[in-house]
């Protein structure tokens, strides 16, 4: 499995701010200086599973290498990280014995093990503090599945019970804890729509997941349309202007928008170009 926002690195300038909500900018900048992050020894999908662990090569629990990581970042001039929200049933469809990922729907993530659920919280809030945004990407095993009729049930019944589900991180980050800080939720690691049948059960099945997502996220968003925007992993030969296909697009929606109209972030191997 690979997803586009995997090798993604953003080297673009920060643009001055004209306000500050709490540590970050607002409104957002319109530059971005990304990267794909998670402390040394502990890999993107372990790193909040093992936060509150002590980690003995650097002398610091997690969650404190990850402040000082953070700071170094903000300080070189980073604005946005990038994690992945994955739930038990991707990670144990590559290691059965692997015990980290958040509780998967129809189950509550709140109870995810080894504080997951809390580790998120201070990780969105070390960010928000050091005055840098997030881009949250679900990555849900349970919906690959159901989608393939693993169990199976209508596009309206799967797609319902993965947005209850992201719906919850959503709520708990934005509401909750009030964070101001994320600019963006991706809709779903490794699912795109099936551009041989966009009228199928699977296409249907995503667009509604999408837009059930999008009306959590402008629900619970401090500036809807402004934060709490959808991005969505495409690979779609009629959003490239001489009908080819173009592998690795990243689009950000605010809204259900005709191919023709969505702005894309075109990937190049180093430095995609917001466009």
């Not at 998967?104 to 201070?122: F, T």
């Not at 959503?170 to 795109?192: E, P």
């Not at 959590?216 to 991005?231: E, F, R």
């Amino acid at each position: 499995m690979r997803s586009t926002f995997l090798c993604m690195t953003v080297l673009l300038a920060l643009l001055v701010p004209d306000a500050v909500w709490g540590a970050v900018p607002y409104p957002p900048p319109t530059h971005w200086k990304g990267i794909n992050y998670s402390p040394r020894r502990h890999s993107y999908f372990r790193m909040l599973y093992d936060w509150y662990s002590w980690d003995s090569t650097s002398g610091q629990y997690v969650y404190q290498m990850v402040e000082s990581d953070l700071t170094r970042l903000s300080q070189n001039g980073f604005n946005l990280l990038h994690l992945y929200l994955w739930d038990q049933d991707l990670l144990q469809s590559v290691n059965a014995a692997e015990p980290a990922g958040f509780l998967s729907a129809p189950n509550d993530p709140s109870g995810s093990p080894n504080s997951q659920w809390a580790a998120l919280n201070d990780f969105v809030t070390i960010a928000e503090n050091k005055g840098m945004f997030v881009a949250l990407h679900f990555a849900s095993g349970r919906l690959m599945r159901r989608m393939q009729g693993n169990p199976s049930g209508t596009p309206d019944e799967i797609s319902t019970e993965f947005a209850t589900w992201a719906g919850k991180f959503i709520h708990y980050l934005n509401v909750t804890n009030a964070h101001a800080n994320v600019l963006m939720w991706g809709l779903a690691y490794a699912v795109v729509p099936a551009i041989s049948d966009p009228t199928g059960s699977w296409s249907t099945t995503w667009k509604l997941a999408y837009k059930k997502l999008d009306d959590y996220a402008k629900m619970y968003s401090p500036h809807p349309g402004v934060l709490g925007l959808i991005g969505v992993n495409l690979s779609m030969s009629h959003l490239r202007p001489d009908g080819q296909p173009w592998d690795g697009l990243i689009s950000l929606l605010s809204k259900i928008a005709d191919p023709p109209a969505v702005p894309v972030l075109k990937r190049s191997p180093l430095s995609p170009v917001v466009g």
